[in-house]
């Protein structure tokens, strides 16, 4: 019964599978250290928060352990990704990934701190570099540098969710904070897409 539920949940979900740091990954055969979890996508439904937490309980119940959620230009991802996480209790829940074009530091911690709280510590927060296309076309700025910028995006962005404070200052990037920007019970980590040794490995370096 629960493969036929499976096989059914998987006509309409992405399969995706993450390591134990909550890093995504492509769909392969479940290994040592591997969770096979979904990315939901349920943009098309009449009310995506109501449908997208229906599906999170199916997959649960499927005996999938956790589910993400992609950031495109609708759906605030971290925010859809804490109602889900509150509504299916023990069910890992991240995005995947949040562009880091267009946003900051200071704004996406509040968010990721917040998703933490609201799921008792079950929030993975998946950060990318996002398209030239999108970035340039949607939010009207040059997609320059992006593995500076990431780098220290996450740098900044480690400062906060760490400790609620960022005095931080980049070529690219400014996050200072007057006042605390730790949201109690919100503490976490954060991830990069991409190996160690690619993105994250070596922005800055351009």
Known sequence: MKAQRRAALYTYLTRS?????????????????MTVGVALNASKAENQVDTAVQLAHEAAASGLRSAWFGQTFGADSPQLA???GREVPGLHVGTSAIPVFGRHPL??????????????????LGLALGTKLLTE???????????????????????LT?????????????AVTPISARVP???GRCS?????????GSAGRR
């Not at 076309?137 to 400062?159: M, N, S, W, Y």
């Not at 990069?192 to 994250?200: E, K, T, V």
Request: hydrophobic share 35%; net charge positive; proline share 5%.
């Open 107 to 124: 704004l996406v911690s509040s968010q990721a701190q917040t998703a933490q709280a609201a799921t008792h510590g079950r929030y993975h």
């Open 192 to 200: 990069s897409a991409g190996r160690r040794d690619g993105p994250a």
């Open 137 to 159: 076309g949607g939010f009207g700025i040059p997609f320059e540098r992006p593995i500076a910028r990431l780098r220290e995006f996450l740098t900044a962005l480690r400062q």
């Open 162 to 174: 760490q400790s609620g404070e960022a005095d931080f200052h980049g070529e690219l990037l400014t």
């Open 82 to 84: 804490a109602i889900v």
């Open 17 to 33: 599978c993450h390591t134990r740091t909550g890093m995504p990954g492509r769909a392969v055969g479940v290994g040592t250290g």
């Open 185 to 187: 019970g919100g503490r």
